[in-house]
Every structure is written in C-alpha cells, then in structure tokens.
C-alpha cells in the first residue's frame, strides 16, 4: 500500500513571504557589500617615503614619522659605530658556523646599517624609531638562533658575534641578549 501526498499549490501569502524574504537577503548583502568597500578604502593620512600611511588605523609615533621623513635623505654610516659594524661583517664573514641563509639577511641588516637610505619604508616602520639598535638587535636574534643550532657550544664563533653584539646593543639604547652572558670557558 502506497500512500502518496503532494503539497498543495503555493498560496498567494506564500509567493508573497518569499518575495519579502529575497528583499530582505538581498538587501542585507548590498548593506554588508557596501560596509566592507567603505571599511577597505584607500583613506591615506599622509604618504611618507612612498609608503601610505592609513588615517583609519593607529597613528604613527612621531619620532616613527620623523625617522621616515629623515631615513631616505641620510648618508653612509661614518664614525665609531660604522668601525664597529664593519668589525661585525667581518667576524660574521669568518664564521663558518652561520647558515646561508643566516649569513645573507645579517648582510642585508649590515647594508641597511651602513647605508640607511636604502632601508624600505615599512621596514623604517616596523623598526621604529631606534632603527641601529634594532637591526642590530635582528643580527644579534639570526646569531642566537644559529647558536642554537649549535647547541650552543661555548667554542663557537658565534658567541664571540654574539657578546660583540651584546656590546653594540648596550651603545645603541637596547637590551641585551642574555643567553650570550656565559662566562669564559
């Protein structure tokens, strides 16, 4: 025994409560489309050093956006803190304990060190306004971790790097590394 029961026929109250309700999704789309386009609109503060700087998020600090302004004009690094950053590259250089890849971004860091005018603009951003102390402090992070690769061996080149660029992070207004604060073996 088969029983079979269709549905009735759509009333004129259905049709119409579909119809409302399609209005209804439709419209909250184009509302929703409309929020994000507006939210993600290019509304820019200022441009510095080719880098446009969004008014909807949080402020750049001022000495961030004096360092943008500064950054790009600047000349070659001289004087006492260039020596000392020349005495890294060397050490770095004669350190056959650095990966590839480590020994090419501390030379990417020393380049921008020595001459910061060619430091990009977000990068200036996400250093902040202590731009030698922090690329020195991102060596001295490359250092640790390819010490670490090491297992840390108190015989490795990289903790004489490591304790010269706890010295330069000190001179430059930074911490220091402390895991390259071990005594003399």
């Known amino acids: 025994m ?13 049709k119409r409560m579909l119809i409302v309700s399609a209005g209804i999704f439709i419209s909250v789309c184009v509302l929703v489309g409309l929020a994000v386009f507006s939210r993600g609109g290019s509304q820019t503060s200022g441009n510095f050093g080719g880098v446009n700087v969004p008014s909807g998020g949080t402020p750049l600090p001022a000495d961030v ?7 790009p004009g600047s000349v070659m690094l001289t004087g006492a803190l260039a020596d000392e950053i020349h005495g890294v590259e060397q050490m770095v250089a ?7 890849a480590r020994r090419d971004q501390i030379k990417q860091h020393v380049a921008w060190l ?10 200036i951003i996400a250093l902040g306004a202590n731009v030698n102390g922090r690329l020195i402090l991102g060596i001295a992070t490359y250092t640790l971790s390819d010490w670490g690769i090491h297992q840390k061996a108190p015989d490795s080149c990289l903790l004489t790097i490591g304790k010269k660029l706890n010295e330069l992070l000190i ?9 390259f604060d071990v005594p003399p073996a």
């Open 171 to 179: 001179t430059t207004g930074e911490e220091q590394i402390p895991a």
């Open 94 to 100: 004669a350190c056959p304990d650095y990966s590839a």
């Open 2 to 14: 088969k029983i079979s029961k269709s549905l009735p026929p759509p009333s004129k109250s259905d």
């Open 65 to 71: 956006i004096a360092k943008l302004t500064e950054i």
């Open 114 to 123: 020595l001459a910061p005018a060619t430091l990009p603009p977000e990068i």
